[in-house]
């Protein structure tokens, strides 16, 4: 302060008001006077001065009152209120700064204590004044990465309508990130993710692994490639210290595939649709995404035999790391109390938020706090796998082979062993037909087909198992933990998918070969009509017959052949 | 003081967390590892008196496990409270440091 700056001078004494205007005129002060606390508050408001001098006893309204009128009147704004009064005793003085006031003189006024406290003052002032103008800044930005992050990460969340969801952050921004998307063979791939932190910095991380994930899932990648590419981009892409944690679900009726994945995250819980009881508990299997260059996934990953109603509970710590007024957390207790008593209501997320809610009062929230809802009901599952309409109308009139097809393309690969367990060959083959034909509407249909066809070569060929198993419930569990056993074990034996691509004038073509190195199976048994449905449309091999225009088996049941065709428009 | 750091001759350093092991030590935590560049050194990270950790605290030992690495050395961790147990053990940390009860 100095020049430019304007002093307000309180006094009822005329001689003290006199005495404080020529010091302060000598710094370069504008000043303006008033006679009680009163008129010093309609002059604050009025004259808007950047230093007021206060005087403490006055009539009509003293300097205690006044200042705390002033300060109120203040805000964000930091105005010094220097006390200069006769009073000495200590009680008065601590009073002074009590009602709001910076600092005090006692009178006789020196003019160099007076010019020091004002400097000391300044200092503070141009602090406060810096610091508002980093926060402003900051919310500025945040409000813009909020908007954008919106945009590119919540915006599109394929069927999200149908899961009960509760996302709450903790500030503007959430290190909580719940994705939905629909791979082209129908899978519905579910995300919910935790990043280290929150606020700003969490929701830039964020934005990478929305990206990959969505890619990914729309290119047909299985749930495994899915994650290891998300960990190899996020290793390279975050700083250090920085990643993800996940609860991942993978859902596709079709090819009866349901899978979760839990990394770094508290337990995933299966809960019966009406009891609301616990069925299965899932906990986390594997680190964080992002923390290691590269680590085998599978291990956190476990397939699940569910029932129609069953409900797929995720949730971040935030819900059992939530606050309460005493200090103590919600807790994993709690939250299974208020899981297993949401019997009666409809969604079991109400249950927990209100327990939550009720649990934390009005204790500020501390972390992020995401609860997830997923109904394994006829509603979401008429979302995963094929749409009706896909297979109703593949399963109408085959199209008269009445014109040569003219093969354009040939593909064959063969999968040996160790690679069999590394990889799924099928969106490769689909992205290499896509070079050839224009797929359309086919697509779906046709990541489908060659799906099934290689996942029964990999299990029932090479891999040898027998899916009569995944009927009990116990054998559901061991089969896909013997799956994995084999997997991980193989070194031998072999896939060979041969695609044949062609068209002519009015139809597209695609024939498939594959062929596996195992000793095929009663070929006999398995009958193309689709089985009475047992309440999930479990399709499978029956669904092949649905969509291609044929499928033949050989001998050995090794080797499988089906055509699909369509034709083209005008 | 949160965080306490001893070092002993042979250039291994204990570094001691109390109360809540969160966002808030960033700093003085990697303060207390960054100087020292002995060749091989260990840095023990002595969770006994730290009643809370967060996922920043991970991210927070993940630069202390890089730290370590580019010198040859190794981190340990020893004597967390369960409940900080189950926060290194739900993230999988115990593949990546040796936890010591």
């Known amino acids: ?570 | 003081m949160s965080v306490n750091v001893e070092s002993t001759a042979g250039g291994d350093v204990t570094i001691k967390i109390t109360d809540k092991f969160d966002f808030s030590l960033h700093r003085i935590f990697r303060d207390a590892y960054k100087d020292c560049k002995s060749s091989g050194a260990t840095f023990s990270v002595d969770l006994s008196g730290a009643e809370y950790m967060d996922s920043s605290a991970l991210g927070m030992l993940l630069l202390l496990r890089e730290h370590a690495e580019l010198l040859g050395g190794d981190v340990v961790i020893t004597r967390p409270s369960e409940s900080v147990k189950k926060v290194l053990t739900v993230a999988n940390f115990d593949r990546l440091f040796t936890i010591k009860a």
């Not at chain 1, 009073?87 to 003085?93: A, C, H, I, Q």
């Not at chain 1, 004044?129 to 908007?147: F, N, P, T």
């Not at chain 1, 280290?196 to 830039?204: D, E, Y």
């Not at chain 1, 949401?342 to 327990?355: I, W």
């Open chain 1, 1 to 570: 302060m100095g020049s430019h700056s304007k002093a307000l001078v309180v006094d009822d004494e005329a001689t003290n008001r006199l005495l404080l205007r020529s010091i302060l005129t000598k710094s370069g002060f504008e000043v303006v006077e008033a006679e009680h606390g009163a008129q010093a508050v309609d002059l604050f408001q009025d004259e808007s001065p950047d230093i007021v001098f206060m005087d403490a006893m006055m009539p009509v309204m003293d300097g205690f009152e006044a200042t705390t009128v002033i300060k109120s009147l203040c805000g964000d704004y930091f105005v010094p209120v220097i006390f200069l009064t006769a009073l000495t005793d200590k009680e008065s003085l601590a009073r002074c700064i009590e009602a709001g006031g910076d600092d005090f003189l006692t009178k006789p006024i020196s003019s160099t204590l007076l010019r020091a406290k004002i400097r000391a003052l300044e200092r503070i002032r141009d602090l406060q004044h810096e610091v508002r103008s980093l926060y402003d800044h900051m919310r500025h930005d945040e409000e813009i990465g909020q908007k954008i992050f919106d945009q590119l990460v919540q915006g599109h969340g394929y069927g999200i309508e149908k899961i009960r969801h509760h996302l709450v952050p903790a500030s503007l921004f959430s290190g909580d990130m719940l994705l939905l998307e629909k791979s082209p063979s129908g899978d519905l791939n579910i995300l919910l993710a935790d990043f280290t932190g929150h606020g700003l910095s969490a929701a830039l991380c964020a934005m990478p692994a929305a990206d990959a994930f969505r890619e990914l899932t729309k290119k047909g990648f299985s749930p495994e490639q899915i994650l290891s590419h998300i960990n190899s981009k996020l290793y390279s892409t975050l700083p250090r210290g920085m990643f993800m944690a996940l609860q991942f679900v993978s859902l596709n009726v079709s090819i009866d595939r349901i899978l979760v994945a839990n990394c770094g995250m508290p337990d995933i819980y299966i809960v019966d649709g009406e009891t609301r009881a616990i069925k299965q508990e899932i906990k986390s299997g594997g680190l964080p995404l992002g923390v290691v260059k590269s680590f085998d996934i599978s291990q956190a990953i476990h397939y699940l035999s569910l029932s129609l109603g069953d409900r797929i509970i995720l949730a971040s710590d935030g819900v059992t790391e939530a606050e309460g007024p005493a200090g103590d957390f919600y807790g994993e207790e709690r939250y299974l109390k208020a899981i297993t008593e949401s019997a009666g209501r409809e969604f079991v997320v109400d249950s927990v938020v209100e327990s939550v809610q009720n649990f934390c009062q009005e204790q500020a929230q501390r972390d992020d706090v995401s609860i997830v809802e997923i109904p394994f009901n006829q509603e979401l599952m008429d979302l995963t796998g094929l749409e009706r309409e896909t297979v109703n109308a593949r399963s109408g009139d085959r199209l008269a082979q009445d014109e040569q097809d003219i093969y354009a393309f040939e593909l064959n690969m063969r999968f040996n062993g160790k690679m069999l367990s590394k990889s799924d060959p099928v969106p490769m083959f689909i992205g290499q037909i896509r070079e050839v034909v224009e797929l359309g509407d086919e697509r779906a249909a046709l990541y489908t087909v060659m799906t099934e066809m290689y996942l029964n070569a990999l299990d029932h060929g090479v891999l040898k198992m027998d899916s009569g198993l995944k009927n009990s419930a116990q054998g559901f569990a061991s089969y896909y933990e013997e799956r994995e056993r084999l997997l991980q074990a193989l070194n031998s034996g072999y896939i060979d998918i041969l695609v044949k691509v062609g068209q002519s004038a009015r139809f597209a073509s695609i024939e498939i070969r594959v062929e596996d190195s195992g000793v095929g199976f009663n070929v006999g048994s398995v009958s193309p009509e689709i089985k009475a449905d047992e309440g999930l449309s479990r399709r499978g091999i029956p669904l092949l017959y649905e969509l291609c225009d044929s499928v033949r088996y050989n001998e050995h049941g090794n080797v499988v052949d089906a055509v699909y065709r369509w034709a083209l428009d005008g």
